[in-house]
């Protein structure tokens, strides 16, 4: 007899935590769709993000307070990636500023634990992980908070790109820089205000992805499960980042119970990675990703 | 009469060459009005672009020669020449894309050595682009109101908390786009991804972009250039219209000089880098100069000019 309803524990759990991928991803979507550079540094600024908050608390500063000055950091950070990365590599190749997000990663990385020290650190954000038994089947309380909270910000965003005239600049931009500029937008200030963007979101899922592992070192590790989200979802569209999370999310899990023993266990490491390679043979520019039709 | 006698007083009482402004200018005080501006414009109020003696050369190749030209508020210009006759150059200098080595542009009372583009729709200057720069996946709407998008704003906090300041100015805009949608016969395709739009069509869109911020001096580049006849005699219907309706002083350049001549109140003739001849249709139409640097030798069964 076949468990549907540990069948439908595994898929929400999966879904759930697919949630937390799609956050990162975001981050990336974020920038990749306005300045077309692929933000390795994405990890890096996630791990500073949940870094600093965690060594604020721990000496004894009060969560919204920690939080705001989180979020001033994160914030000087993206003007200050603006203005000594992006604007003196401007018109560079895009595998130029690749390189650039790569080595600003490991800066990003060393200043946080120069900063903060290499030691791990357990973060509280006060939800307790109990899980909550809906009609049999049991549903983690943190990733349901984790959700809750993704998806706000992403309402977040939707609401901004589509109802403000900067969301709009940051649309135009992300649509065609030429017209972009030819209309008079500053640029600059579009991919400031991107990287803070972009530094807001690695604030959130920081602390998520922090509360859940620990704030440490390998958090940063995070980026390497957003990229094949990213790969499924598609690099330039938000709703992509969010179907590919989930995903992603749900294929790891069910995976790891149901095909994992067939291989011993331990798949859920890779499973994603399987199905963002199939797809990409597929569909090269992922499930929402603008196609690129060129006239030859 | 009492025009030219006032001018002549003026000249008079100043004592000064009329272009002493432009040698200040030309010892490298970039964007600075140039003294003696003011009095070259109480000279000439009307003009809204003036070139002096503009030279431009890439390595060898001298795009421009001691190229001159008058824009007067509210007429529509043209500059016409064959392929790499320097148009293109003429315009980038003009919109600050090219420095030139020698001479100064004229915006109204302001003059400069090299035009600073940010700073050009500040100064009531909009254009479009021959291969046209439109954002092929916002809608219609959109792209219009990002016409309005070097105005200042609303702060950044103000806009999303919806303040009444915000909400005045966004309603404004919103009107100003509506009104030039409708104008351009936009409203049908308002909702509609430009990139979806017949090249025509799209076009239009540019030029409403351009137009919403209400430029005093609009800069056409090939207005005309890949789109159907049929197209081409809307387009430069709607190119009338707008200077008829909004007063804006229009600087095009063009191939096609059987449309120009129709649509221009005066006409401008480049060639190799040279202005050969300048003035009204009629006058350029006849222009030997013009005549030959087209055909060659005129044929009788080739008077392209002459339509």
Redesign the interface.
Known sequence: MFDYQFLLEVLIGGLLSGVMYSLVAIGFVLIYKTSGVLNFAQGAMLLFAALTFVSLVERGTSFVVALAATLAVMIALGIAVERAVLRPLVNQPPITLFMATLGLSYIIEGAAQLLWGTQVHGLDIGVSDIPFDVGGVFISRFDLFAAAVAGSLVALFTL?FRY???G??F??V???Q???L?????LPRVWA?VWTAAGIVALVAGLLWGARLGVQFSLSLVVLKALPVLVLGGFDSIAGAIVGGLLIGATEKLAEVYVGPLFGGGIEAWAAYVVALALLLVRPSGLFG?KLVERV | MSRITAEARVLRLEDVAPDDGLRAVSEGRGDVPARGVERAAANDARRVLGLANISLAFGGVTALRDVSLDVAEGEIRAIIGPNGAGKSSLLNVVSGLYQPDRGQIRFGEHAFRRVPTAKLAAHGVARTFQNLALFKGLSVFDNVLMGLAHRVSAGFLRQIVGSPHARRIDAENRAAVEEVVSFLHLSDVRERIAGTLPYGLQKRVELARALVARPRLLLLDEPFAGVTLSEKQELSEHVRNARDRFGTTILLIEHDIGLVMGLSDRVAVLDYGRKIADGTPDQVRADQTVIDAYLGVAHEDETELAT
């Open positions: 901004f403000t005239r900067t709009l600049s649309r135009a992300a649509d065609d030429f017209a972009a030819a209309v008079g937008l500053r205000a603008q």
